[in-house]
C-alpha cells in the first residue's frame, strides 16, 4: 500500500464513520415503531423518545439513510 492508497482508505472510512454518525437512533427510525405505536410493546412510546436519542435494545434501524 502506497500513501495515495492510504489517503482514499482513510477518506473513505471517515465518510462512512459520518455516515453512521448521521443516523437518529430514536422511534421514528425504529423499523418497530408504526402508526405511533411500538410494535415490540404494542404501546405509544413517550414523547421525548419519538423524536429524541433513545438507549433501546430493541430498536432497528432498516438501513435507509434519509
Known amino acids: 500500500m502506497n500513501l495515495v492508497e492510504?489517503?482514499?482508505i482513510k477518506t473513505h472510512l471517515a465518510q462512512q464513520?459520518?455516515?453512521i454518525?448521521?443516523?437518529n437512533?430514536?422511534?421514528e427510525s425504529c423499523t418497530k415503531f408504526?402508526?405511533?405505536e411500538c410494535q415490540?410493546?404494542?404501546a405509544a412510546?413517550?414523547?421525548d423518545w419519538i423524536?429524541?436519542?433513545v438507549d433501546c435494545e430493541f430498536w432497528s434501524w432498516d438501513g435507509v439513510p434519509f
Open 51 to 53: 423524536r429524541g436519542t
Open 17 to 19: 464513520v459520518a455516515q
Open 6 to 8: 492510504l489517503n482514499a
Open 34 to 36: 408504526a402508526v405511533s
Open 45 to 47: 412510546p413517550p414523547e
Open 25 to 27: 437512533v430514536n422511534c
Open 21 to 23: 454518525n448521521r443516523i
Open 40 to 42: 415490540e410493546f404494542k
